[in-house]
């Protein structure tokens, strides 16, 4: 089941509650009013490829960043030779040819 957010408009609460999606919302714990308004506080985030996050912290060294560049050109340079060919990927984007080590 989804964890939802919601504050309470009469005494200010903000609080989490777990109940499925066509479940009514929970009065608030603090003072039982019926009418809370759900809030989006974060959003999830999904990243993939060249822009997936190389580190836990979100910051990356140089050094990481290289590492996921050369992880990652070789599997787009392959995409775009699929989908493209070798004449059109080695004239419109030479440096995709170069092997990163």
């Not at 009065?27 to 836990?56: E, F, H, M, W």
Request: hydrophobic fraction near 30%; include cysteine.
């Amino acid at each position: 089941m989804p964890l939802y957010d919601y504050r309470c408009p009469n005494c200010n609460h903000l609080f989490e509650a777990r109940h499925g999606f066509d479940d009514a919302a929970p009065p608030c714990p603090n003072c039982q009013q019926a009418d809370v308004q759900r809030v989006i506080l974060k959003t999830p985030r999904v990243l993939q490829g060249i822009n997936a996050s190389v580190s836990d912290t979100g910051t990356a060294t140089k050094e990481q960043l290289q590492a996921k560049w050369a992880e990652e050109t070789p599997k787009l340079r392959k995409k775009l030779v699929d989908k493209l060919g070798e004449d059109v990927v080695n004239r419109n984007a030479p440096t995709l040819n170069h092997t990163y080590d």
